[in-house]
C-alpha cells in the first residue's frame, strides 16, 4: 500500500458551497491523486492565498464516506476555513507536498490559425487554463526568437498574474485574443520567496 509521502493527496477545487449559516464550506472536485480521510488535514494551495484546515466530512453522490481517492468526485467539508479562503482555481493538498508559483518555463505548441491559434510574440498576455484555475499571464519567447506561428512550438518563460500549484510534467492550455490557441507542459518552475 502506498504511503501518503509516496503518492500525496491532490484535488483541484472546481465549486464552492458555504453551509450552515457560513460556519462550514463545501468544496467539490475530482481527486487527482492520493487518498484523503476525514479528520486529515490539507492545504489550501494557490492564487495568492494558502492555509492548512481540517477535513470534517467526506460525500460521494451525497452519500457520506470515510476516505475517497483518486479519480473520485467529492464534495469535502471544511469546518473553521473563511468562507473567502478557498475559490475555484486553487487546490486541496497534503501539506508541503505542492506549491504555489507565478514564473514558469513551459514547452508551448498553437493550434492551427483555423483552430484559433495566432501569432505569439514576447510580451503577449495570454489566459492560462491550469486544472481549474483561469489566470492571466506574459509570456517571454526565447532569446533570438521573435514570434511563435501557427502550428509551431517553443520553449517559453511564463509569468502569471497570481500564482497557482505548479509541477514539473503538468500541461495545461491558453487562450489568445479570447479564443483556444495550444497548450503546453511545465518544463520548469522557477522557486520564488513569497508564492
Known sequence: MESAA??????????VFRLQQGRAVM???RIERGRVRKDDTVEIIGLGRSAT????????HQVRVGAAGAEMNVGLLLRGVATDAVERGQVLATPGSVSAQAQFTADVTLLSEEQGGADVVSGDRLRFHIRTAAVWGTVTLPEGVDTVRPLHGAEVTVVLEAPVALEAGQSFAFRHHGRAAGSGTVTRRREQRGD
Not at 481540517?54 to 460525500?59: G, K
Open 6 to 15: 509516496e503518492n500525496p493527496f491532490l484535488m483541484p477545487v472546481e465549486d
Open 53 to 60: 484546515v481540517l477535513i470534517a466530512d467526506i460525500e460521494q
Open 27 to 29: 468544496v467539490t472536485g
